[in-house]
Structures are given as structure tokens and as C-alpha cells.
């Protein structure tokens, strides 16, 4: 059997790299693909995905190892295959093309376009051949190389009108600058619009697919934190419990699947993505905060059990994600193919005889197993007989059930599922994409610093240093810019330059990290990235910042954005970056900036279509707490003090650290001068508390900061 290799042998993406040996003559993205297309007057085929991407597999084995498929690619076409979370922005560009000439977009992402990069067809998941209505590949391909040399002028002119179109929309669809502001009752109609897409049954918002959406969870414990409204708590409390409870989660190892393909969460798509866990950890905890709920407890340090056993590299960063596909566990054949869920299931006999009678009776009951198997949702066909795991009844209805006490049901379960996790943990594994990303490692170092001192456990603490220090040593160039990018698989490579999701989620990690420990140089840090996004981002025409730097761009346009949906927007996390930096440096050029930014992205958060933005926007326009601490930073008064701060919930506020003596000391007040005066009372660490622009006394008892932090 002939074995090809192709462009792609010399990529580090494990995307790329599970297509090296398709007989398509893949080129990554670079000038000499587009060269070769412009010398030998082809089109490009561009081809986006990722590696856990279950249609992206689907469409690479039954078209892209299709010999014919692939001849007629070779023929007519230059093949270029790119890795979305590699190149955001490429992604972004031409999703947002493909929507406007088909509607939907998505993954896989197949574009048509001309040698100098612009669109004249596309679509997403493309069948082989005419499947119920759809056009298969080798359709699609042979008509368009078709038209390339019999129809050229009506392929330019779609070109040039989409092009067009799409520099008309990204040059000013996002920058009304003075056009519109933001409306006075925004966080009001946000909570109303939220209200209407409710499910008030199963939580969430919307019906299917169901995501997460952890924003809009922060968001409305902020305005219940402002207003006490009660609706906007019991949405947020409905949803977390929702998905604790459902197949979402994954019961016995930790961590949420991406989304859920029912409104009960009960049967979720199985990939596991990085940004989901930082996301929802962040969410889980706040909410512990702010209810006093065990079980948010419990469930952020799943996430953290997960993310340190599955997503973690051994030098400390983060890997992207885990595949929603396996093996079947029952095969022996490494041939048969890989099916969505295999790993996560089980069936009743697979139980008895892992557990005792009396532990299988409790877990089946509070797992919802049955032995016709548990999956009430179209396709369920192709596993009967599997179970998912998800808590179908509380500890006491298990324990009313089976007529067990109901201590004794909770130390039954826990062994039970220890033994199964581990008898799981045998079978053939989803793969995970080994990519570090700068911006995904940011958001989960800023959940892991505060869930370290929230959750009162310094591990977390110490995982989010060492990744943030494997940010800073590896994914930095020779000028203190940041890379996008890092595999492992190849000794270690970062080419690509940081985006704007790059610095403004890691400046974010610092601040959370200098918050949680008070380390100056990740303060220092902080500061120095900012500088960069605003010499290379900021619009400063229209304000708020671009997706890539000014010197970095290899698109027709540079693109702006402030769209939040399954991960935040760079813009959005700039703002709130913006907002602790004012109040932390009390530097009045962070707020212009972040004035600029509003100014520039009224319309989206009127329109409600940027709520991560209305975090920073909360926090801008309502009260917040400035803290400094000083005295002895390792006494046990230091520590309780801090423990206090981050045991209320105030999701807006700073907290510095003024040391006394040394190099901290210097460079702490040569960052945040007010602290110059801000000392120790009789020797003492000292509280300085200040709000809406008003600062207290000094306080020293632990009790009085107590109370002045729940005023």
C-alpha cells in the first residue's frame, strides 16, 4: 500500500499532522502555497479544523484518504489545511465570509479562493458524493475547477464582491465611534433578554445544542451582587445545578464535554476543550462565594482534578483539548473506527461486576443506569445497552430508595466510582491535541489563582504559576512579545505571533495570579504586555483593539471584534484587563482606553451579543472595592487577612500588597504610587480599603475588614 506524505510533514499542529500522509497535497498555510496557486493559475482549497473536531475527522476519512477525491484536488487545486486554534484569525476571517454566502458556519470549514486570498465559494462538512440534498465534494470540486477555466470572469466577480463586502464589515461594522452609546439601562435589558432564551425547567439558555455560556453566569451573579435581585441568582443557581448534574459533566474523572445535544444536559458531545474548564471553574466558584453551596466547591476542584491529570504538560502549560472520539473499548481490531463516546459509557453488566451488590444497587440508582441502556436521544441505536453517568436522583432519594443510610450511600459511592474510573482508564483513550495556547493557558491560570485562595488549596496556586512561567520562558520572543503556539512534539516549536486572545486572556492570568500571591514580577509583567497591545492593537481611530498587531496581519483586513460566544472576545477580556489596571495603577490612561473601547462596541453590547464585555462594563460604572495590604506578607495575619478577601464575594475589586522593605517594596510603589504613604499601623498588616472613590481607615483586626468588606 502506497504511503503519501505530503506538505504538511515538517507542521507541529497534531491537527496538521493527522493529515501529513493524506494522499491530498496539503500545504500548511504560507507564501509558496499561494505562490505555487498564482504560478500554475489554480484556486486554493482551504480547508479549516481542529483535531477534536468530530466532523473534521469524519470529512478526513471519507474524502481526504479518497484517492480520487484527492487526485482531482491535486489536479485543479492547491490544498491548504489549517489548524483554527493555530490561526484564530485566518478562521475568523473566512467563517465570517462563508456565513455570508451560505448562512451557517462552522467546522469543517471548506473555503474556495482565488491565489490572492479571497472567497468565492465555501460551505462547512462537505459529503464524498450527492448525499439527502447536499452536494458531495467531488461534485463541488469538479464543478468549480470547472468554472475556473471556462467561467472565470463570474468567479472574480463573486470574489471581488465578497471581498468587498467583507472589508466594508470589518473595517466599520464594529467601530461607530461616537455614532452610539452605550445604553444607561444595558445590564437591566441584558438580564431581561437573558430571561426570555431561559430554560426554566433545566437551566441554560436556549433548547439544543445546549453550551454552557459561563458568561452569561458571571454576568448575573454581578447583577445580582449589585442589585439582589433574586431571579438572576436562581438562573444561575437552576443551570450550575443542571450541569453538575447531567451527562455534561463527566461524573467519575472530572471536567465538562463541550456542549450538551439535549435541553436536560444529559447527553453531551464529548470533546473536552480547555477554555470550557477555565470557564466553568471561574463560574463554579464565584458561585461557591456567593452561595455557600459545598457542591460548587466540589465540582470547581473536579474541573482542576481533570485539567492537572488529562490536560496538563509536564512543563506546566496547558493543553488545548480531548478528543470527543475512541476505540470502542471491546475491540481488538485497531482498524475499526473510532466512535464519538465509546470511552465515557457503560453498561449494567459492566458495573456488576465491578461493584459489590450493595455498592451497584446505590450507584445504579443514583447514575440513572438501566440495562436497556440510557440514552433517550436520536442515535442512541448505535449504543444500546450504554449508560451515561449522570446523578438521575439526590443522595437522599438513593438513600430512601435503596433503604440505605444516607451517610453510608455517600462512602459507598465514592470507591465505586474510584473503581470504575480506573477499569475506564484501561480503555483506548480519546486523544488529546498537545497544543499550548498562550490565550487559553491565560484564562485557566486566572481561574486557578482564584480558585486557589477561594478554595483555600495552594496547589492550584502552584499549577497556575508554573504555567505562567512556561508562558513567559517559552512563548516570548527575543523582543518580550508574545507567540501564539507550542507543541511538544517536536522538541518544541512558537512561530506564530500573539493575537489580541493572547495577551489580553494571559494579562489577565497575571493580574489573577499577582492577586492571588503578590509576586511583583507578574504585576511587572502585566504592565509590559499592556504596553504592546496598545502600541500594536489599539484602533486609534475608532478605539478598542484589532484581533492581530499592526505588523503581524496576513489577511486583506485587519479584523475587530467583540463577539462573545463560546470563549469571550479579546476585546471583551481587554476591557476587564483595562478596568483592574485603572483601578490597581490609578494610571487615568488605562480608562481612556477602555472608554475608546466602549465607545467603539455600543452597538454589540446593546445588541446583547457581547455579555463577557458587560463584566468590565459592571465593574466600570458600579462599586467597587480598591484593597491594599501591608506589613509582613508571610504572617499569619497576612494570610487570614487575605483568606477573608477572597472568602466574600466581591467579584469587583483589587488587592495589593505594599511590602515594607527590599526590592518588592520599591517596585511595588514605583507601580502603584498611592502606596508610597500606605504602611503598617503600629507595626501591624494593615487593611486600607477604599470604594466609589472614598477610602475608610486603616484597619488592623481581621473582624473590622470582615465587616467593611460585606458593607
Same mark, same amino acid.
Given at each position: 500500500?502506497?504511503?503519501?506524505?505530503?506538505?504538511?510533514?515538517?507542521?507541529?499542529?497534531?491537527?496538521?499532522?493527522?493529515? $501529513?500522509?493524506?494522499?491530498?497535497?496539503?500545504?500548511?498555510?504560507?507564501?509558496?502555497?499561494?505562490?505555487?496557486?498564482?504560478?500554475?493559475?489554480?484556486?486554493?482549497?482551504?480547508?479549516?479544523?481542529?483535531?477534536?473536531?468530530?466532523?473534521?475527522? $469524519?470529512?478526513?476519512?471519507?474524502?481526504?484518504?479518497?484517492?480520487?477525491?484527492?487526485?482531482?484536488?491535486?489536479?485543479? #487545486?492547491? *490544498?491548504?489545511?489549517?489548524?483554527?486554534?493555530?490561526?484564530?484569525?485566518?478562521?475568523?476571517?473566512?467563517?465570517?465570509?462563508?456565513?455570508? !454566502? @451560505?448562512?451557517?458556519?462552522?467546522?469543517?470549514?471548506?473555503? #474556495?479562493?482565488?491565489?490572492? =486570498?479571497?472567497?468565492?465559494?465555501?460551505?462547512?462538512?462537505?459529503?464524498?458524493?450527492?448525499?439527502?440534498?447536499?452536494?458531495?465534494?467531488?461534485?463541488?470540486?469538479?464543478?468549480?475547477?470547472?468554472?475556473?477555466?471556462?467561467?472565470?470572469?463570474?468567479?472574480?466577480?463573486?470574489?471581488?464582491?465578497?471581498?468587498?463586502?467583507?472589508?466594508?464589515?470589518?473595517?466599520?461594522?464594529?467601530?461607530?465611534?461616537?455614532?452610539?452609546?452605550?445604553?444607561?439601562?444595558?445590564?437591566?435589558?441584558?438580564?431581561?433578554?437573558? =430571561?426570555?432564551?431561559?430554560?426554566?425547567?433545566?437551566?441554560?439558555?436556549?433548547?439544543? /445544542?445546549?453550551?454552557?455560556?459561563?458568561?452569561?453566569?458571571?454576568?448575573?451573579?454581578?447583577?445580582?451582587?449589585?442589585?439582589?435581585?433574586?431571579?438572576?441568582?436562581?438562573?444561575?443557581?437552576?443551570?450550575?445545578?443542571?450541569?453538575?448534574?447531567?451527562? !455534561?459533566?463527566?461524573?467519575?474523572?472530572?471536567?465538562?464535554?463541550?456542549?450538551?445535544?439535549?435541553?436536560?444536559?444529559?447527553?453531551?458531545?464529548?470533546?473536552?476543550?480547555?477554555?470550557?474548564?477555565?470557564?466553568?471553574?471561574?463560574?463554579?466558584?464565584?458561585?461557591?462565594?456567593?452561595?455557600?453551596?459545598?457542591?460548587? %466547591?466540589?465540582?470547581?476542584?473536579?474541573?482542576?482534578?481533570?485539567?492537572?491529570?488529562?490536560?496538563?504538560? /509536564?512543563?506546566?502549560?496547558?493543553?488545548?483539548?480531548?478528543?470527543?472520539?475512541?476505540?470502542?473499548?471491546?475491540?481488538?481490531?485497531?482498524?475499526?473506527?473510532?466512535?464519538?463516546?465509546?470511552?465515557?459509557?457503560?453498561?449494567?453488566?459492566?458495573?456488576?461486576?465491578?461493584? *459489590?451488590?450493595?455498592?451497584?444497587?446505590?450507584?445504579?440508582?443514583?447514575?440513572?443506569?438501566?440495562?436497556?441502556?440510557?440514552?433517550?436521544?436520536?442515535?442512541?441505536?448505535?449504543?444500546?445497552?450504554?449508560?451515561?453517568?449522570?446523578?438521575? &436522583?439526590?443522595? =437522599?432519594?438513593?438513600?430512601?430508595?435503596?433503604?440505605?443510610?444516607?451517610?453510608?450511600?455517600?462512602?459507598?459511592?465514592?470507591?465505586?466510582?474510584?473503581?470504575?474510573?480506573?477499569?475506564?482508564?484501561?480503555?483506548?483513550?480519546?486523544?488529546?491535541?498537545? +497544543?499550548?495556547?498562550?490565550?487559553?493557558?491565560?484564562?485557566?491560570?486566572?481561574?486557578?489563582?482564584?480558585?486557589?485562595?477561594?478554595? &483555600?488549596?495552594?496547589?492550584?496556586?502552584?499549577?497556575?504559576?508554573?504555567?505562567?512561567?512556561?508562558?513567559?520562558?517559552?512563548?516570548?520572543?527575543?523582543?518580550?512579545?508574545?507567540? &501564539?503556539?507550542?507543541?511538544?512534539?517536536?522538541?518544541?516549536?512558537?512561530?506564530?505571533?500573539?493575537?489580541?486572545?493572547?495577551?489580553?486572556?494571559? !494579562?489577565?492570568?497575571?493580574?489573577?495570579?499577582?492577586?492571588?500571591?503578590? +509576586?511583583?514580577?507578574?504585576?511587572?509583567?502585566?504592565?509590559?504586555?499592556?504596553?504592546?497591545?496598545?502600541?500594536?492593537?489599539?484602533?486609534?481611530?475608532?478605539?478598542?483593539?484589532?484581533?492581530?498587531?499592526?505588523?503581524? %496581519?496576513?489577511?486583506?483586513?485587519?479584523?475587530?471584534?467583540?463577539?462573545?460566544?463560546?470563549?469571550?472576545?479579546?476585546?471583551?477580556?481587554?476591557?476587564?484587563?483595562?478596568?483592574?489596571?485603572?483601578?490597581?495603577?490609578?494610571? %487615568?490612561?488605562?480608562?481612556?482606553?477602555?472608554?475608546?473601547? #466602549?465607545?467603539?462596541?455600543?452597538?454589540?453590547?446593546?445588541?446583547?451579543?457581547?455579555?463577557?464585555?458587560?463584566?468590565?462594563?459592571? #465593574?466600570?460604572?458600579?462599586?467597587?472595592?480598591?484593597?491594599?495590604?501591608?506589613?509582613?506578607?508571610?504572617?499569619?495575619?497576612?494570610?487570614?487577612?487575605?483568606?477573608?478577601?477572597?472568602?466574600?464575594?466581591?467579584?469587583?475589586?483589587?488587592?495589593?500588597?505594599?511590602?515594607?522593605?527590599?526590592?518588592?517594596?520599591?517596585?511595588?510603589?514605583?507601580?502603584?504610587?498611592?502606596?508610597?504613604?500606605?504602611?503598617?499601623?503600629?507595626?501591624?498588616? @494593615?487593611?486600607?480599603?477604599?470604594?466609589?472613590?472614598?477610602?475608610?481607615?486603616?484597619?488592623?483586626?481581621?473582624?473590622?475588614? !470582615?465587616?467593611?468588606?460585606?458593607?
Amino acid at each position: 500500500m502506497e504511503v503519501y506524505t505530503n506538505h504538511l510533514s515538517g507542521e507541529t499542529s497534531p491537527y496538521l499532522l493527522l493529515h $501529513v500522509h493524506n494522499p491530498v497535497d496539503w500545504y500548511p498555510w504560507t507564501d509558496e502555497a499561494f505562490k505555487k496557486a498564482a504560478d500554475e493559475d489554480k484556486p486554493v482549497f482551504l480547508s479549516i479544523g481542529y483535531s477534536t473536531c468530530h466532523w473534521c475527522h $469524519v470529512m478526513e476519512r471519507e474524502s481526504f484518504t479518497n484517492k480520487g477525491i484527492a487526485d482531482i484536488l491535486n489536479k485543479n #487545486f492547491v *490544498s491548504i489545511k489549517v489548524d483554527r486554534e493555530e490561526h484564530p484569525d485566518i478562521d475568523s476571517y473566512y467563517q465570517t465570509a462563508v456565513q455570508a !454566502i @451560505t448562512g451557517p458556519g462552522g467546522w469543517p470549514l471548506s473555503v #474556495f479562493i482565488t491565489p490572492d =486570498k479571497k472567497v468565492f465559494y465555501g460551505g462547512t462538512y462537505f459529503p464524498p458524493e450527492d448525499k439527502w440534498g447536499r452536494p458531495g465534494l467531488k461534485t463541488v470540486i469538479l464543478t468549480l475547477a470547472d468554472k475556473w477555466k471556462n467561467d472565470r470572469n463570474e468567479i472574480m466577480q463573486s470574489a471581488d464582491s465578497v471581498s468587498k463586502a467583507l472589508i466594508r464589515y470589518v473595517d466599520s461594522g464594529a467601530s461607530h465611534k461616537g455614532e452610539q452609546s452605550v445604553d444607561r439601562d444595558i445590564l437591566k435589558t441584558t438580564v431581561n433578554a437573558l =430571561k426570555t432564551t431561559f430554560d426554566v425547567s433545566s437551566g441554560g439558555f436556549g433548547t439544543v /445544542p445546549k453550551f454552557p455560556s459561563p458568561q452569561n453566569l458571571l454576568f448575573l451573579l454581578r447583577y445580582w451582587k449589585r442589585t439582589g435581585n433574586a431571579d438572576t441568582l436562581s438562573m444561575v443557581i437552576a443551570t450550575l445545578n443542571s450541569m453538575q448534574n447531567g451527562g !455534561i459533566q463527566d461524573q467519575i474523572g472530572g471536567g465538562f464535554h463541550r456542549y450538551s445535544t439535549d435541553r436536560n444536559w444529559l447527553v453531551p458531545h464529548y470533546e473536552k476543550m480547555l477554555y470550557d474548564q477555565a470557564l466553568l471553574l471561574r463560574a463554579y466558584t464565584e458561585a461557591y462565594l456567593a452561595t455557600g453551596t459545598a457542591g460548587y %466547591s466540589d465540582t470547581a476542584r473536579s474541573v482542576i482534578r481533570y485539567v492537572s491529570h488529562t490536560l496538563t504538560s /509536564p512543563e506546566g502549560g496547558f493543553y488545548t483539548a480531548q478528543d470527543a472520539d475512541s476505540l470502542p473499548p471491546d475491540t481488538t481490531d485497531r482498524s475499526t473506527g473510532k466512535e464519538e463516546g465509546a470511552f465515557y459509557l457503560f453498561t449494567i453488566g459492566e458495573i456488576q461486576s465491578l461493584l *459489590s451488590a450493595e455498592e451497584a444497587k446505590v450507584f445504579m440508582y443514583r447514575y440513572g443506569i438501566k440495562e436497556s441502556g440510557n440514552i433517550p436521544v436520536q442515535g442512541a441505536e448505535d449504543f444500546s445497552e450504554k449508560n451515561i453517568l449522570y446523578r438521575a &436522583h439526590t443522595l =437522599k432519594e438513593t438513600s430512601e430508595y435503596t433503604g440505605i443510610d444516607k451517610a453510608r450511600v455517600k462512602k459507598l459511592l465514592s470507591p465505586a466510582a474510584d473503581r470504575l474510573y480506573t477499569y475506564r482508564g484501561q480503555r483506548p483513550k480519546p486523544a488529546v491535541d498537545t +497544543k499550548i495556547l498562550t490565550s487559553w493557558n491565560g484564562l485557566m491560570i486566572s481561574s486557578l489563582a482564584y480558585a486557589s485562595r477561594s478554595l &483555600h488549596d495552594k496547589r492550584y496556586l502552584a499549577m497556575a504559576e508554573k504555567a505562567a512561567d512556561f508562558i513567559m520562558s517559552e512563548l516570548r520572543d527575543e523582543n518580550g512579545r508574545l507567540l &501564539h503556539s507550542y507543541t511538544g512534539n517536536t522538541g518544541g516549536k512558537a512561530a506564530i505571533p500573539g493575537m489580541l486572545d493572547d495577551y489580553a486572556f494571559f !494579562i489577565l492570568g497575571l493580574l489573577d495570579l499577582y492577586m492571588a500571591d503578590f +509576586k511583583v514580577e507578574y504585576l511587572e509583567a502585566a504592565k509590559e504586555l499592556m504596553d504592546i497591545v496598545l502600541l500594536y492593537f489599539r484602533d486609534s481611530r475608532n478605539g478598542g483593539f484589532f484581533l492581530t498587531a499592526s505588523d503581524s %496581519s496576513h489577511l486583506p483586513v485587519r479584523q475587530k471584534s467583540a463577539y462573545d460566544g463560546a470563549l469571550p472576545s479579546g476585546n471583551s477580556i481587554a476591557a476587564l484587563d483595562l478596568i483592574i489596571m485603572a483601578r490597581l495603577f490609578a494610571d %487615568s490612561k488605562y480608562v481612556d482606553r477602555l472608554e475608546e473601547l #466602549f465607545s467603539a462596541f455600543a452597538s454589540e453590547m446593546n445588541s446583547r451579543s457581547a455579555t463577557g464585555m458587560l463584566l468590565a462594563y459592571d #465593574f466600570a460604572s458600579g462599586s467597587a472595592k480598591e484593597i491594599v495590604l501591608t506589613g509582613d506578607r508571610y504572617s499569619d495575619t497576612s494570610e487570614l487577612m487575605i483568606n477573608a478577601i477572597y472568602g466574600t464575594y466581591i467579584p469587583n475589586r483589587v488587592i495589593a500588597f505594599r511590602y515594607t522593605e527590599g526590592i518588592d517594596a520599591e517596585k511595588t510603589v514605583q507601580l502603584i504610587p498611592y502606596t508610597k504613604d500606605q504602611l503598617p499601623v503600629k507595626g501591624k498588616t @494593615t487593611a486600607y480599603v477604599c470604594e466609589n472613590y472614598s477610602c475608610g481607615l486603616p484597619v488592623t483586626n481581621i473582624a473590622d475588614l !470582615i465587616n467593611i468588606l460585606k458593607e
